[in-house]
């Protein structure tokens, strides 16, 4: 595996620096947040107890068998109270492990009233006690369970929406279903719309980049090769999803267009601009990590070097089944990654297995009449289902589509509107339109 920074952890930690140093950071704060146990064992030890009150048998009393020699029979003893004893989380306590989500906040898909989806999601596990920090990319395409639930599957995006985004619990949604995924404890997220990208880009005057591949985005073309990108280019080409392996290769290049900026910023002594580029993007910034346990993190970072930051990207293919597109991963790939990085045995989860979700879906094709799904009960979950189908494939012709083209703009609209009425026949009739017209959507 290459091995490289990750520039937005390490922008805001830079951030937390900056922040820390603003309150005035005495040599009683720095002695410390040097050792992370001060800033993330509270949450630890609150966690364990709550998650070790499992029910206890209240105490019995215990008759002693009748002495044969006639002495006086001793009174019953009691068994004692059992003591509540918390689980070892050793392993956390030496670890931290934080969701980065990235939401596709782009302009046109506000205009468009879209929910946001978290189309970037890394995970970011920084070891304390060998000094090591690793990422591991999900591909947003990923199938999965949805936060710990018996019956619901799909696009591992998806998980922020279901639990209701940023304002209740899409959050929890997220980090539950990657931990359940990968078999480790999530405690932490950053979430952040990636106008962010844009707008950082923009206050540190662009980026200079070798672009891999000429693409059109909205109507916005962008060549091939070296040269100065603005923010707007710069959020185009993280979110361009079309190439030989989809998602795979936009993980990747946001990857490598993070790592420039970073470099770029470094390069151009924009560092003593990130009050300014802070102030710009902080609305856009939402985490659970409070300034304490940032400027901990920031002090562990400042002297890890190359070689102590690795990057991944969960193992799997990207394929069809039925009509639409998964990332099947390989759980026995993705557990040996888990084992490598964590120490752990990952979790087989037999019911994201290729064989599963096929049967899954050639039993959804035998659903009942399409009025009865938008009933309560499992009902909710396919007029979810359907609801984020829908806003993918809008996502798709508003970036690919070719608007000029009035059936085009008609079915668009049709399937903007269906989307907005919560009505399922009204959307799976737009969505058929718009692939007849567009049969790559």
Same mark, same amino acid.
């Given at each position: 595996?290459?091995?490289?920074?990750?520039?937005?952890?390490?922008?805001?930690?830079?951030?937390?620096?900056?922040?820390?140093?603003?309150? !005035? /950071?005495?040599?009683?704060?720095?002695?410390?947040?040097?050792?992370?146990?001060?800033?993330?064992?509270?949450?630890?030890?609150?966690?364990?107890?709550?998650?070790?009150?499992?029910?206890?048998?209240?105490?019995?009393?215990?008759?002693?068998?009748? $002495?044969?020699?006639?002495?006086?029979? $001793?009174?019953?003893?009691?068994?004692?109270?059992?003591? =509540?004893?918390?689980?070892?989380?050793?392993?956390?306590?030496?670890?931290?492990?934080?969701?980065?989500?990235?939401?596709?906040?782009?302009?046109?898909?506000?205009?468009?009233?879209?929910?946001?989806?978290?189309?970037? #999601?890394?995970?970011?596990?920084?070891?304390?006690?060998?000094?090591?920090?690793?990422?591991?990319?999900?591909? &947003?395409?990923?199938?999965?369970?949805?936060?710990?639930?018996?019956?619901?599957?799909?696009?591992?995006?998806?998980?922020?929406?279901?639990?209701?985004?940023?304002?209740?619990?899409?959050?929890?949604?997220?980090?539950?279903?990657?931990?359940?995924?990968?078999?480790?404890?999530?405690?932490?997220?950053?979430?952040?719309?990636?106008?962010?990208?844009?707008?950082?880009?923009?206050?540190?005057?662009?980026?200079?980049?070798?672009?891999?591949?000429?693409?059109?985005? /909205?109507?916005?073309?962008?060549?091939?090769?070296?040269?100065?990108?603005? !923010?707007?280019?710069?959020?185009?080409?993280?979110?361009?999803?079309?190439?030989?392996?989809?998602?795979?290769? &936009?993980?990747?290049?946001?990857?490598?267009?993070?790592?420039?900026?970073?470099?770029? =910023?470094?390069?151009?002594? %924009?560092?003593?601009?990130?009050?300014?580029?802070?102030?710009?993007?902080?609305?856009?910034?939402?985490?659970?990590?409070?300034?304490? %346990?940032?400027?901990?993190?920031?002090?562990? +970072?400042?002297?890890?070097?190359?070689?102590?930051?690795?990057?991944?990207?969960?193992?799997?293919?990207?394929?069809?089944?039925?009509?639409?597109?998964?990332?099947?991963?390989?759980?026995?790939?993705?557990?040996? =990654?888990?084992?490598?990085?964590?120490?752990?045995?990952?979790?087989?989860?037999?019911?994201?297995?290729?064989?599963?979700?096929?049967?899954?879906?050639?039993?959804?094709?035998?659903? $009942?009449?399409?009025?009865?799904?938008?009933?309560?009960?499992?009902?909710?979950?396919? +007029?979810?289902?359907?609801?984020?189908?829908?806003?993918?494939?809008?996502?798709?012709?508003?970036?690919?589509?070719?608007?000029?083209? $009035?059936?085009? +703009?008609?079915?668009?609209?049709?399937?903007?509107?269906?989307?907005?009425?919560?009505?399922?026949?009204? #959307?799976?009739?737009? =969505?058929?339109?718009? &692939?007849?017209?567009?049969?790559?959507?």
């Amino acid at each position: 595996m290459s091995k490289k920074k990750n520039p937005l952890l390490i922008t805001l930690i830079v951030i937390a620096v900056v922040l820390v140093a603003a309150i !005035g /950071c005495g040599v009683g704060l720095i002695s410390f947040i040097s050792n992370p146990q001060n800033a993330f064992s509270e949450l630890k030890e609150q966690d364990a107890v709550q998650l070790a009150a499992t029910p206890t048998p209240a105490p019995t009393a215990t008759a002693t068998p009748e $002495p044969s020699d006639g002495a006086a029979t $001793p009174e019953p003893t009691v068994t004692p109270e059992p003591t =509540m004893t918390p689980p070892d989380y050793e392993f956390e306590k030496k670890r931290v492990n934080i969701l980065l989500l990235g939401a596709d906040s782009s302009v046109e898909r506000v205009e468009a009233g879209l929910n946001f989806r978290t189309d970037t #999601m890394i995970l970011v596990t920084v070891d304390f006690e060998n000094k090591d920090v690793d990422m591991i990319s999900i591909p &947003r395409d990923s199938y999965v369970r949805i936060n710990r639930s018996e019956t619901r599957f799909n696009k591992i995006n998806a998980a922020f929406v279901f639990g209701g985004g940023a304002d209740k619990n899409g959050y929890a949604y997220s980090m539950n279903t990657v931990s359940d995924l990968l078999g480790v404890r999530i405690d932490y997220y950053v979430g952040f719309g990636m106008n962010v990208v844009k707008e950082v880009v923009d206050a540190m005057g662009g980026v200079d980049y070798d672009v891999d591949i000429a693409f059109t985005m /909205c109507g916005r073309k962008t060549e091939k090769g070296l040269q100065h990108m603005d !923010g707007q280019k710069v959020l185009d080409y993280c979110r361009f999803r079309k190439g030989g392996r989809g998602d795979v290769d &936009r993980v990747d290049r946001q990857q490598r267009m993070l790592f420039s900026i970073f470099e770029t =910023m470094l390069k151009t002594n %924009q560092v003593k601009n990130i009050p300014d580029i802070y102030t710009a993007v902080q609305e856009n910034i939402d985490t659970n990590l409070d300034v304490l %346990q940032i400027a901990t993190l920031a002090y562990f +970072a400042k002297d890890l070097s190359m070689d102590q930051i690795e990057r991944h990207t969960v193992p799997g293919n990207g394929q069809y089944v039925g009509a639409k597109s998964y990332y099947i991963i390989n759980q026995d790939k993705k557990n040996k =990654m888990v084992k490598e990085i964590f120490g752990v045995s990952g979790p087989f989860d037999e019911d994201i297995t290729l064989e599963a979700i096929e049967a899954r879906v050639a039993a959804d094709e035998g659903l $009942p009449a399409e009025g009865d799904e938008t009933q309560t009960g499992e009902g909710d979950d396919s +007029a979810m289902d359907t609801a984020i189908e829908a806003e993918e494939l809008l996502s798709y012709v508003n970036d690919y589509g070719d608007l000029e083209n $009035p059936d085009v +703009a008609a079915a668009y609209e049709t399937l903007r509107s269906a989307i907005a009425s919560g009505d399922v026949n009204a #959307m799976r009739s737009a =969505m058929s339109t718009v &692939r007849n017209l567009l049969p790559g959507a």
